[in-house]
Structures are given as structure tokens and as C-alpha cells.
T-cell receptor, first 110, second 113 residues
Framework: TQLLEQSPQFLSIQEGENLTVYCNSS?????LQWYRQEPGEGPVLLVT?????EVKKLKRLTFQFGDARKDSSLHITAAQPGDTGLYLC??????????FGKGTSLLVTP | EPEVTQTPSHQVTQMGQEVILRCVPI?????FYWYRQILGQKVEFLVS????????KSEIFDDQFSVERPDGSNFTLKIRSTKLEDSAMYFC???????????FGDGTRLSIL
């Protein structure tokens, strides 16, 4: 099983600040997916990145896949309290099974 | 938007009892998955299912676990003789094609006493 390390583990910021969270592995992934999970709910897909160097934007969220397809980052501009949640990255392991990182728990306070 | 639905939302069971967790995947999806998340830990893959058979399973998915698609809509996970360490959130996911993003249900919280 390929390990996905996410950092930081916890992040508490004020509304309006920018932040970046990271997902790193020593292994190459064919694709990486970012999910957001809220307490008591299942992970909700935000984006899939496939091509090395790819950048995808989802409103104030910018996702980047590393050139070597071993790492990815999520940047949030002008964070809002509604962005609070657990951000998970996941890559396909053997077959189609998803291998998740432990996540970054983000708290945005007004 | 179509979604994966799971029942019950919370299941409390005595250790040693059998439990069945139910999932209704999105209707045109063909690949089905079970994952679990022990409190404070990461989401872990259990099993994948396609064309009425298991296509892949993890080390966690031992002989105490089984999956079934008893009809055209439900996908179930059975744990034969539950242990305390089976306490976790269990998530069902589905997708149209194996390499497409997986859509998750809101999970069943299983508590073993």
C-alpha cells in the first residue's frame, strides 16, 4: 500500500486568510483525488488531478498535481467559515481501491 | 443529484452478533466499494465488487466479512461475528467505471458493545 502523507494535520485560521495543504507520497499515482468530509458525513469529491503539473480551479480552491505525480497541493484563497472540514487526498492503490491520507482538519473562524 | 444511500445511519450490536449494513448505490453505477474509518484514523479500503463478484479485497476483509448484491439495487456488507474492534464508520461507494471518481454515502456508524 502506497502511503499518502498529508500536512499539516490541523490548521486553524481566520476568515479571509489564504492557506495551502499538502499531500505527499514516495510513489507515483496515475491520479489523485481530493475529498472534503464533514462530521457525520461521507467524503465528497472536490476534484481529480491526472496529468503531472496539472492545475485545476474550483472557485477559491486551486489544486495542483506535481510534475512527477507523487504529490499534490490544495490552496484556498480568502478562506470562509464554510470551508471548515476535513480535506482528504486519495490515490488509486492496486486496482481501483482508493488509498486515503489521514487528512487535514481545517477550521476557519469568523 | 443522485446519491449513494446507506442504512441504518447508526447500528449498535452486541459483540459476537451478526450485522448487515445496507447500501443503495447510484442506479447506473457498476462498481461498488466498502470502506471503513475507525475513529481518529484514516479511511481504509475493505472490498470492491463488480459483475456480481469481489474484484479486490484488503487484509482487513477476512472470513468474518462478506458482501452481496441480493437484487438490482442493494449492496450489503455482512459481519458474521462482530468484535469490539469492528466499531467504525462504514462507507459505501459506487462508480460507473473503475477508473472514475467514487461517490460515497454518508456512512453507517457501527458500535459494538
Amino acid at each position: 500500500t502506497q502511503l499518502l502523507e498529508q500536512s499539516p494535520q490541523f490548521l486553524s485560521i481566520q476568515e479571509g486568510e489564504n492557506l495551502t495543504v499538502y499531500c505527499n507520497s514516495s510513489s507515483v499515482f496515475s491520479s489523485l483525488q481530493w475529498y472534503r468530509q464533514e462530521p457525520g458525513e461521507g467524503p465528497v469529491l472536490l476534484v481529480t488531478v491526472v496529468t503531472g503539473g496539472e492545475v485545476k480551479k474550483l472557485k477559491r480552491l486551486t489544486f495542483q498535481f506535481g510534475d512527477a505525480r507523487k504529490d499534490s497541493s490544495l490552496h484556498i484563497t480568502a478562506a470562509q467559515p464554510g470551508d471548515t472540514g476535513l480535506y482528504l487526498c486519495a490515490g488509486e492503490d492496486s486496482g481501483y481501491a482508493l488509498n486515503f491520507g489521514k487528512g487535514t482538519s481545517l477550521l476557519v473562524t469568523p | 443529484e443522485p446519491e449513494v444511500t446507506q442504512t441504518p445511519s447508526h447500528q449498535v450490536t452486541q459483540m459476537g452478533q451478526e450485522v448487515i449494513l445496507r447500501c443503495v448505490p447510484i442506479s447506473n453505477h457498476l462498481y461498488f466499494y466498502w470502506y471503513r474509518q475507525i475513529l481518529g484514523q484514516k479511511v481504509e479500503f475493505l472490498v470492491s465488487f463488480y459483475n456480481n463478484e469481489i474484484s479486490e479485497k484488503s487484509e482487513i476483509f477476512d472470513d468474518q466479512f462478506s458482501v452481496e448484491r441480493p437484487d438490482g439495487s442493494n449492496f450489503t456488507l455482512k459481519i458474521r461475528s462482530t468484535k469490539l474492534e469492528d466499531s467504525a464508520m462504514y462507507f459505501c461507494a459506487s462508480t460507473t467505471n473503475g477508473d472514475q471518481p467514487q461517490h460515497f454515502g454518508d456512512g453507517t456508524r457501527l458500535s459494538i458493545l
